[in-house]
């Protein structure tokens, strides 16, 4: 792409890394430059934290209140009722209006340390498309809206198209997906006049469809902007690590676990996610980012050090880096690792070193305990495990055991109470 933007937004995407598609780059840049653009992610409730696959939307919208701009944070509370079958091999799973409202408590925690709600022009605006979805009057719906979709072109859109050529059955709620996020873009149009709706690669169509019925039905002109769809340089799916999706709350990934995260990126995704996830200047991006060698590792501790911090503050930052460092350098137990208690009940006659790892939560089972100590990844205390059923005793754990999975990976293991 050579366009070159006239608006600090536009600029920022493009430098950054953010922008993937939009549906009108001159006429988007050129509504930035005019004036104040009110503009929407949409954020399922189908779990009750976002994990940092959703992270490089936050910073969209983080960016976007920077640049002088209005970002709106819509919870999916009508939306989730359906789930989204973009892209996906099966339905969601249906969750009760009590899970939504859990989940959207969950979610909401996050967002208030990305952007600032506040009743300025640029202050953002946190909102939930079941004030809208849920009255809808199905006839009148089918009337005023469904006549502007055709099912040959719904049919044509990549997200439905990949589920029917795998022969993978599609709901018919799933269906209506698509027309609901639509109908959510001409809503947020006529109510708070936003202008662009953002969102992941795999969201195109729904976008484009949001546009198109905003124009038929009101006939106006909005806009659609997309992300790339990020995987690590070794093609995993960013989100995800080893032991699970990488949560943004505190309560459900601790800061320590989060920090290590961002430290353990692959040495060539260290400048992309620097520009992605952080405010550092591009030059320092790059700059850290072209490290070599062990200098490499100080580039990583800064990009945990400032995800961290947007996440989790400046002070859960600095105790994840100085614990780190009194686990890898001085060989100390360090305050922030996981800590799982396990009751004494459980123990009394003493436990294997493949359930204590199951327990800690480093591996999944016991045959993935097994396998870990059998390829010699597995220590207790900084000693080697080399049987899969060698017995701790009571005592043992009632004097807190460091049990480490691999090189990266630590918990503490003690008895309740």
């Given at each position: 792409m050579t366009y070159h933007p006239k608006s600090e937004f536009m600029r920022v995407m493009m430098e950054r890394g953010f922008l993937a598609d939009c549906t009108d780059y001159q006429g988007l840049d050129e509504a930035m430059v005019a004036g104040i653009v009110p503009a929407y992610i949409g954020f399922d409730a189908t779990a009750k934290s976002l994990h940092v696959g959703s992270l490089i939307q936050i910073m969209m919208l983080r960016w976007l209140q920077k640049t002088g701009h209005k970002p709106i944070t819509l919870m999916g509370g009508g939306t989730t009722k359906v789930g989204d079958p973009s892209f996906r091999a099966d339905e969601r799973p249906l969750l009760t209006d009590a899970q939504i409202n859990d989940n959207i408590d969950?979610?909401?925690?996050?967002?208030?340390?990305?952007?600032?709600?506040?009743?300025?022009?640029?202050?953002?605006?946190?909102?939930?498309?079941?004030?809208?979805?849920?009255?809808?009057?199905?006839?009148?719906?089918?009337?005023?809206?469904?006549?502007?979709?055709?099912?040959?072109?719904?049919?044509?859109?990549?997200?439905?198209?990949?589920?029917?050529?795998?022969?993978q059955s599609l709901s018919f709620l799933e269906f209506n997906y698509m027309i609901l996020q639509a109908y959510d873009f001409l809503e947020l149009n006529r109510r708070y006049g936003c202008a662009l709706q953002m969102g992941g690669s795999d969201q195109w169509g729904n976008i484009v469809n949001g546009i198109d019925l905003t124009r038929r039905v009101i006939g106006t002109e909005i806009y659609g902007l997309t992300s790339p769809l990020l995987t690590t340089s070794d093609g995993k799916k960013m989100g995800k690590s080893a032991d699970g999706a990488v949560w943004l709350n505190a309560d459900m990934r601790s800061p320590y676990e989060f920090w290590q995260f961002w430290r353990n990126t692959t040495d060539a995704d260290v400048a992309r996610f620097l520009k992605l996830y952080t405010e550092l200047p591009i030059a320092e991006c790059e700059r850290l980012g072209a490290l070599e060698g062990s200098a490499i590792n100080d580039a990583k501790i800064v990009l945990a050090n400032e995800v961290t911090t947007l996440c989790h503050g400046r002070a859960a930052a600095e105790a994840a880096e100085a614990t780190a460092r009194e686990v890898f350098e001085r060989g100390g137990v360090g305050e922030e690792l996981t800590t799982v208690a396990l009751p004494a009940a459980d123990v009394q006659d003493g436990i294997s070193a493949a359930q204590l790892f199951v327990r800690a939560g480093l591996v999944g089972s016991g045959k993935e305990a097994k396998r870990l100590i059998s390829e010699g990844g597995a220590r207790v205390n900084d000693e080697a495990v080399t049987e899969a059923g060698q017995m701790f005793s009571a005592e043992d754990i009632a004097a807190t055991l460091k049990l480490t999975a691999g090189k990266k990976r630590h918990a503490l293991v003690k008895l309740e109470g």
């Open positions: 969950g979610i909401k925690q996050v967002f208030a340390k990305y952007v600032d709600y506040n009743e300025s022009d640029t202050g953002a605006l946190m909102l939930n498309n079941a004030e809208w979805l849920d009255g809808l009057n199905y006839l009148e719906f089918l009337r005023d809206i469904g006549r502007h979709f055709s099912v040959n072109r719904m049919l044509a859109f990549e997200s439905v198209k990949s589920r029917i050529d795998r022969e």
